[in-house]
T-cell receptor, first 113, second 108 residues
Framework: NAGVTQTPKFQVLKTGQSMTLQCAQD?????MSWYRQDPGMGLRLIHY???????DQGEVPNGYNVSRSTTEDFPLRLLSAAPSQTSVYFC????????????FGQGTRLTVV | RKEVEQDPGPFNVPEGATVAFNCTYS??????FFWYRQDCRKEPKLLMS???SGNEDGRFTAQLNRASQYISLLIRDSKLSDSATYLC?????????FGAGTRLFVKA
């Protein structure tokens, strides 16, 4: 079973460039979310979606956009990359809401130079 | 004060030891907690839920202390394969809060 698939696994961007991190799940989960993980800090919620066509901001949404056109896909767009966005990004899905088990993708290691 | 706080460790223990981690939370209304395990450079994976009555799964026991607002994870008979970072998660309220994690090294 594929579960949650993230691409790419690694990416280096120059300041000001834009890119999209892809996330797809095959578990028919309604709830999907994006987190970033930085050293010494917990995972922080960027954006989340409770179903196709519905998205909302998390704790650290600035500089990121999302859309949810299908149940399966939840891409994260960096509009104009900044060094402060250097981080590890995780996509997650769950069958319920915030209080159910989250299944994570393998992560994307992003470096902005 | 952080909303979810964990001792970052690292905890270095020999095989067979018992080790306990605590995690404090600030939202007194929180009802639902989890422990996740994260191996080095890997994604987090659910270890166990934390129920009010406690939860045991083999060598792992999770407890919730509402009066003092902390949850705990006890690992008995530690194995080399238990070496990982353990993340405490508070899903109460309107957002999910992850702790920064506690690193555990189990040595032969």
């Amino acid at each position: 079973n594929a579960g949650v698939t993230q691409t790419p696994k690694f990416q280096v961007l120059k300041t000001g460039q834009s890119m999209t991190l892809q996330c797809a799940q095959d578990m028919n989960h309604e709830y999907m979310s994006w987190y970033r993980q930085d050293p010494g800090m917990g995972l922080r919620l960027i954006h989340y979606s409770v179903g196709a066509g519905i998205t909302d901001q998390g704790e650290v949404p600035n500089g990121y956009n999302v859309s949810r056109s299908t149940t399966e896909d939840f891409p994260l767009r960096l509009l104009s990359a900044a060094p402060s966005q250097t981080s590890v990004y995780f996509c997650a899905s769950s069958y319920g809401g915030l209080d159910t088990e989250a299944f994570f993708g393998q992560g994307t290691r992003l470096t902005v130079v | 004060r952080k909303e979810v706080e964990q001792d970052p460790g690292p905890f270095n223990v020999p095989e067979g030891a018992t080790v306990a981690f605590n995690c404090t939370y600030s939202n007194s209304a929180s009802q639902s907690f989890f422990w996740y395990r994260q191996d080095c450079r890997k994604e987090p994976k659910l270890l166990m839920s934390v129920y009010s009555s406690g939860n045991e799964d083999g060598r792992f026991t999770a407890q919730l202390n509402r009066a003092s607002q902390y949850i705990s994870l006890l690992i008995r008979d530690s194995k080399l394969s238990d070496s990982a970072t353990y993340l405490c998660v508070d899903t109460g309220g309107f957002k999910t809060i992850f702790g920064a994690g506690t690193r555990l090294f189990v040595k032969a």
